[in-house]
């Protein structure tokens, strides 16, 4: 069946596979296409965008990802979690003359909400980090769990010792490395696997000690694909002077123009069995998802992993998650939830929640932790709740609310606060011609002292550097190097990087594909296939058969 989404009004097809699952869930048909459904949760992630504000319960000044200008009232984490206060306090009747998003956003408004997402009691000196867990002495990294020892990166899982990295699973000791797994002392990669001891890789696996190679498999002593021994492989590695910045910027765009001459695969995908979709991994049964792993039996699911099951239109964690619908920002053993946004850790059969943990059996409910039964934010016996909960989406039916997400102008965030931006970048004029927020940028304060320059090699760092204040090449915003991060570029024998983080952030984001696959032909074969690069980009790309051909 094809339909018109009523947002941007564009053709999207409703398949029997997904009708079967609506029924399984008992959900309305979807009136939004993929791609605007998956913008609009996009929205509820603000992963980098930090603030300083007070804490509403306590006064303390904390770091929060909402700006103190947002109605509601925002607690530490730790007093988030705590008994020290009780959300029911805030619960109220449902109202059946009025929408029932009104009176959600009523209630959102004066509930808490946690200045930080993070799941409290599982974060050992990782105070500066956002949309996270399992974390021990990490700073400034972003929607990554079970990581040690991590800095300047987003969506890490199960890594440690990472500098500058993003959407790496498994990995140790790397630096400025993208979508990679199972790597080790990487540096400046890019969709590698089982790499190590390696600089400018792209699309690698089992290889060490190489250097500017693409589509290599378990080789040694490579520069740009040409075999070398070892003793002329080490000579060739110290003439590059890979611990000087000037240097390793000759070499980068040496190697980018090195891999644009080289054939590419259609997508990054390993281990799939049943699957369409870009860099995704182990995964069962699954199509249109992205930067996914550990899925089985989904559908439009983006940036999740540590195992999804049977779920549509999901994206941002994961972890264990099962039978989950129009959800963002949700994860760590989620069971029946559906268009819910912000719930963590053990929350089960739920539906229209915000930010609720160790629940079960909730419905429009904000914060609320360790409850049963209850509609927002009201307790309820057992048969209570689910008499009122019927009615409820009996009059969400009528009003045409029911089956659909949150509306935008229930977004806490700005377009440009979140990860939305990073995926389907718009100006401010498009956003707010669409109904998004839009939160300015405040300006750059010029100093009056001097600003200093990061030295070119690393050798050359002195220990004062950390009391320094540098300026971005980029964008001429000011940053400090940390001394746990010069700490690692010592060891790792790399140079201080002339960028702050955000324009080193941004700078990977642009070297990967959009979240959009196209139809084109193999530039080898001629035949039909589906690609993350469009048929108008400059690359050599072959199909999964020839690309196997050519690599082994």
Excluded at 375 to 380: A, G, V
Aim: aromatic share 14%; glycine share 4%.
């Amino acid at each position: 069946m094809i339909k018109t989404c009523r947002t941007c009004d564009s053709k999207f097809e409703i398949t029997p596979v997904d009708r079967e699952f609506y029924g399984k869930i008992d959900v309305p048909e979807p009136g939004n296409c993929p791609r605007c459904r998956l913008i609009r949760r996009l929205q509820e992630r603000n992963t980098r965008r930090l603030y300083y504000r007070k804490c509403d319960y306590s006064g303390e000044k904390i770091i929060s990802q909402f700006h103190e200008n947002l109605p509601f009232p925002v607690y530490k984490p730790d007093t988030w979690w705590s008994d020290k206060w009780d959300p029911l306090q805030y619960g109220r009747d449902f109202n059946f003359r009025r929408s029932f998003f009104d009176q959600f956003r009523e209630l959102k408004q004066k509930v808490p909400h946690q200045g930080l997402y993070v799941i409290s009691g599982t974060m050992e000196n990782s105070d500066y980090t956002n949309c996270t867990g399992y974390l021990k002495n990490c700073y400034l990294i972003f929607e990554s769990d079970y990581d040690e020892d991590c800095y300047y990166s987003n969506l890490l899982k199960n890594s440690r010792d990472l500098m500058d990295c993003s959407v790496c699973y498994d990995c140790e000791r790397c630096y400025e490395c993208i979508d990679c797994i199972d790597c080790y002392n990487l540096k400046y990669s890019q969709d590698c696997r089982n790499c190590q001891d390696s600089y400018f890789l792209k699309d690698c696996s089992g290889c060490k000690n190489c250097i500017g190679c693409i589509n290599q498999k378990h080789k040694e002593f490579m520069v740009f694909n040409k075999q070398y021994g070892k003793e002329e492989y080490e000579k060739m590695k110290r003439d590059f002077g890979l611990d000087s910045l000037q240097n390793i910027e000759k070499l980068r765009k040496k190697v980018e123009e090195f891999f644009i001459t080289q054939f590419r695969r259609p997508l990054e995908e390993e281990n799939n069995q049943n699957c369409v979709g870009d860099h995704l991994y182990n995964s069962k049964n699954s199509f249109e998802c992205y930067d996914s792993k550990d899925l089985e039996d989904c559908k439009y699911c983006v940036k999740v992993s540590l195992g999804v099951k049977s779920a549509m239109d999901y994206n941002s964690w994961g972890d264990k998650a099962e039978l989950v619908y129009e959800t963002a920002s949700s994860g760590d053993n989620i069971y029946n939830v559906k268009f819910c946004t912000t719930c963590t850790s053990h929350v089960s059969n739920c539906e229209y929640c915000y930010g609720c943990a160790r629940c079960s059996d909730l419905f429009g409910c904000v914060s609320v932790k360790d409850k049963k039964y209850c509609i927002l934010n009201k307790q309820y016996s057992q048969e209570d709740y689910l008499k009122l909960k019927g009615k409820i989406i009996a009059h969400m039916k009528k009003t045409g609310e029911y089956g659909e997400f949150f509306p935008n102008d229930l977004c806490p965030f700005g377009y440009n606060e979140t990860i939305a931006m990073a995926y389907f970048p718009m100006n401010r004029e498009e956003a707010l011609k669409k109904g998004y927020g839009w939160v300015e940028k405040e300006p750059v304060v010029k100093r009056h002292e001097p600003v200093d320059k990061g030295p070119d090699k690393i050798g050359d760092a002195k220990d004062n550097i950390i009391r320094q204040i540098l300026s971005c090449k980029t964008c001429g915003s000011y940053y400090r190097i940390i001394l746990h991060e010069l700490k690692f570029y010592r060891n790792m024998h790399i140079p201080v990087p002339d960028m702050c983080p955000d324009c080193r952030y941004e700078a990977r984001m642009r070297m990967r594909p959009p979240l959009k696959l196209w139809d084109r032909k193999c530039d080898k074969c001629g035949s039909d296939m589906k690609s993350s690069f469009s048929p108008e980009r400059p690359e050599t790309i072959y199909c999964r058969s020839c690309y196997l051909k050519e690599v082994y």
